[in-house]
């Protein structure tokens, strides 16, 4: 027999899908466009270059398996933390939460490349941990454990950012139904309100794992094999690239599993309510839960941002004691500004269609449309730069080596972050809403512009903000894609790293810091809390 609290756990129907025009569906195929691109070129390489070259098939086995255990380790962990830290500093009354939700997302700003080098400069006998505090040596961890750690430093902040505003709209009514009917707070949670947040932790765990399985800098630094780091091998040393491009093509096989994985788990539901819901009610934390709260996000926070920052200000302070020069640091840091943040509003206004499609269409294409969307995102950049290469030399010359080629790049990586922003908004919206418009005699342009948009901002702006941040931080395809002397902080971040210049490296990695830092605590503080 099943009980209330079970019925309240459980999503609402699936969302009545009505039609949409059809300039829906030219402005998402026309925003798709950069994202297929890399695909296609990358599919056409190996299907028109001959047989396809062979992989040893044990070599392909530890390749998978290694990329899906750091995939699984890294999402599993991140998942869990983050929901810990968006739920602790939203729905309680922790003092100082904001000021901690704003230092969890900060490691944000920072490359993963830039995390598992600063790990690696803070251990060993001439580690600046352990000369800071005088150990006989810090230990220093490398290989999977490594990669696991410093990429779930780095991806905590893609789940806090995304759940803070999902946890922020809870209608209380339903725990507090299922609290009346005699569960616990623990059960609650349980059967309430995580089934309420599926839509969230599932887009979150997307967006971790397909991260993961793309990531290279990390990965390589801390000597962990993973499909990226066999595909960059490929490329660098060979001149026969068709096992790379084998590699990239089974690689982005695993991706759409992980993204049809991801649509399943999420489910055809609805999370939106028809009538308003009960105003948010903090929970009240005693000594013991504020104690055990300012533990965790401080282990947390000195993991992830003070021994990193600590490694870098001692890195500079260390040059500039023996004269060393930081270089034109602010230059760079102007042209990651201007590339980053026209990729951000290219995305933001791209999302939209591409969102609406997915939702709100009623056919069997719209999963697909969602599936294409995420296909280049988990291609390795290098690869993404490769195909774009190849596209602008053989099909759209006068775009080779352009500040808009860089930008149809970013694009074309790292979309699908705000289409899943956007598509999680636009479920929470009930369609009575956009019906309610339409009846009092708006267009549907007017409608969209008017009512869609404005609900949908908080997802935008959240998405937006994702994006600027991680093409702050691109590196490969920037390389490979850049103009004749057009240096991004990234670019000098490896490039002075790679020649042993951590003084250079040190301050470029803090200007990238300080300077993505202020949008993110922005966006944090005025969008997110709303």
Do not use: C
């Amino acid at each position: 027999m099943t009980t209330q609290s079970e019925v309240l756990s459980q999503p609402a129907p699936a969302q009545k899908r009505r039609p949409i025009a059809r300039w829906w569906w030219a402005l998402a195929a026309l925003g798709l466009a950069p994202t297929l691109i890399p695909t296609l070129t990358l599919v056409g390489a190996v299907l028109t270059g001959g047989a396809v070259a062979s992989v040893p098939a044990v070599r392909l086995a530890e390749l998978l398996t290694n990329t899906l255990l750091l995939a699984a380790a890294v999402t599993g962990t991140s998942v869990a933390i983050g929901l810990g830290t968006s739920w602790v500093t939203t729905r309680t009354d922790l003092p100082g939460a904001r000021i901690f939700s704003i230092l969890v997302t900060l490691p944000l700003v920072m490359p993963s490349y830039v995390v598992a080098l600063t790990l690696l400069g803070a251990g060993g006998s001439r580690g600046v941990i352990t000369e800071l505090f005088g150990l006989v040596s810090f230990p220093t961890i490398t290989g999977f454990w490594g990669s696991w750690l410093a990429l779930t430093v780095f991806a905590v902040p893609f789940v806090h950012l995304g759940a803070v505003p999902a946890i922020s709209k809870l209608d209380t009514s339903l725990d507090d139904a299922a609290r009346g009917l005699g569960s616990s707070r623990w059960g609650a949670f349980r059967t309430v309100t995580l089934p309420l947040l599926r839509p969230t932790i599932a887009a979150s765990s997307l967006l971790v794992a397909l991260y993961t399985i793309s990531d290279f800098g990390a990965v390589s630094l801390l000597r962990y094999d993973t499909f990226t780091r066999a595909i960059y091998a490929q490329f660098a040393g060979r001149i026969d690239r068709r096992p790379a491009l084998t590699l990239a093509v089974i690689l982005m096989a695993v991706a759409v599993a992980v993204v049809i994985a991801e649509r399943r788990l999420r489910r055809k539901a609805t999370y939106h309510r028809n009538r308003p819901g009960r105003t948010q009610m903090v929970q009240h934390l005693g000594p013991m839960g504020r104690l055990w709260s300012y533990t965790g996000l401080g282990v947390l926070i000195t993991v992830s941002l003070v021994i990193p920052v600590t490694v870098l200000i001692a890195w500079v302070s260390r040059g500039l004691s023996s004269g060393q020069e930081l270089g034109d640091v602010w230059i760079d840091a102007a042209r990651s500004l201007g590339v980053s943040l026209a990729a951000a509003v290219a995305a933001a206004v791209v999302a939209i269609p591409i969102a609406v499609v997915i939702v709100r269409d009623r056919t069997r294409i719209a999963p697909v449309v969602e599936t294409l969307t995420w296909t280049s995102y988990s291609l390795p950049h290098i690869t993404v730069g490769i195909a774009l290469v190849t596209f602008a030399l053989e099909i759209a010359r006068p775009f080779y080596q352009t500040t808009l080629l860089v930008v149809v790049a970013y694009l074309a990586m790292f979309l699908p972050i705000t289409v899943g922003t956007a598509s999680d908004a636009l479920r929470r919206i009930s369609p009575d809403t956009e019906d309610a418009s339409r009846s009092l005699g708006r267009s549907a342009l007017s409608t969209v512009f008017r009512v869609t948009v404005p609900l949908m901002a908080p997802g935008l702006l959240a998405g937006g903000a994702l994006v600027f941040l991680t093409a702050m931080k691109e590196l490969p395809a920037t390389l490979l894609l850049r103009p004749n002397g057009f240096e991004t902080l990234a670019i000098r971040i490896w490039a002075t790293t790679g020649e042993g210049f951590y003084t250079r490296a040190g301050a470029a990695s803090l200007v990238l810091l300080a300077v993505s830092a202020i949008p993110l605590a922005l966006v944090t503080l005025r969008d997110l809390y709303d």
